[in-house]
């Protein structure tokens, strides 16, 4: 599947399973993403998106967001968007 890189992680919060990532393009809430890494590959759909610890159903590039995710991440890992 063709994919996009929009982002990367800088933090990850393992007690509420959260990862912050750097956005180099836009992310909406429903969007499939795939987090890639030294040790993380998986793929995942945006249930939710936090700018500032307030919800938002989308983000642009520049923006820092707060996105729940289903395994855990790593700073330097790469956030793609699944375009297909």
Not at 31 to 52: A, C, M, N, R
Not at 60 to 75: M, T
Request: no cysteine; hydrophobic share 35%.
């Amino acid at each position: 599947m063709p994919e996009k890189e929009i982002g990367t992680v800088t933090h990850y919060y393992g007690n509420i399973k959260v990862g912050i990532i750097q956005l180099s393009d836009g992310l909406k809430v429903g969007d499939t993403i795939h987090i890639k890494g030294h040790t993380t590959d998986f793929t995942q759909v945006v249930s939710s998106l936090q700018i500032e610890h307030q919800n938002v159903q989308e983000a642009k590039a520049g923006d820092f967001v707060g996105l729940k995710v289903e395994q855990k991440v790593h700073p330097k890992d790469k956030v793609l968007k699944v375009t297909a």
